[in-house]
Structures are given as C-alpha cells and as structure tokens.
Nanobody
Framework: QVQLVESGGALVQPGGSLTLSCVAS????????MGWYRQPPGKERELVAA???????KYTDSVKGRFTISRDNAKYTVYLQMNSLIPEDTAIYYC?????????WGQGTHVIVSS
C-alpha cells in the first residue's frame, strides 16, 4: 500500500522560513516524480514544485527564488524548503507522487503565514 506522509506545517510569520517533508512508502521511489501542491482557502489545488528521479526541478512562478524542492532517494523523502514566506503562501500543502499512470497523494499539512 502506497503512503505519503507529510510533516512540517506550522504557523509562521511573514518573511519566515519552513521546511516540509514527505516520506513515501510502498512505492518505487527512485522511479517516481515527486511534487508539492497546495490549496489556498477557497481556491483550487495548484502545483508548487516537482522533481524528477534524477533531480530535474520545476516551480510555479510565484515561488521561484523562494522555494526549493529536493529529494533523498535513499530515505524515500522529498522536501520543500520555503523562504521569504508571504501570507499568500497560506494553504494546505500536499505531497504527490506520479509513476506510470498512477497518482498518489498525502493527507496534507497546513501552512499559515500570518503575523
């Protein structure tokens, strides 16, 4: 059974930093494209960042230069380092794994950026 378990969500002040982690199990991690999505209050879920098994990354424009996605294939873990956080980053952040035609999701972790 595939499981993606996120952690690291918190309340943080504007300008602060946060690192999210997602540990995968039951999946061929080294063949899986991993990503982070987010769903702000009242809005649709959107892609934040993704990373291929060999480390190629892509980001949505609003987080470029502030967020960094990385992965540790030995630990079956993907990270999202978030710097210079702004209130617009407030959302539920979901870990995603894509392999072949399958899409797997974590339960989500809350990030609130507020003073």
């Amino acid at each position: 059974q595939v499981q993606l378990v996120e952690s690291g969500g918190a309340l943080v002040q504007p300008g602060g930093s946060l690192t999210l982690s997602c540990v995968a199990s039951g999946i061929r991690f080294n063949s899986t494209v991993m990503g982070w999505y987010r769903q702000p209050p009242g809005k649709e879920r959107e892609l934040v960042a993704a990373i291929t098994p060999n480390g190629t990354t892509k980001y949505t424009d609003s987080v470029k230069g502030r967020f960094t996605i990385s992965r540790d294939n030995a630990k079956y873990t993907v990270y999202l380092q978030m710097n210079s956080l702004i209130p617009e980053d407030t959302a539920i952040y979901y870990c995603n794994g894509k392999i072949w035609t399958f899409d797997f999701w974590g339960q989500g972790t809350h990030v609130i950026v507020s003073s």
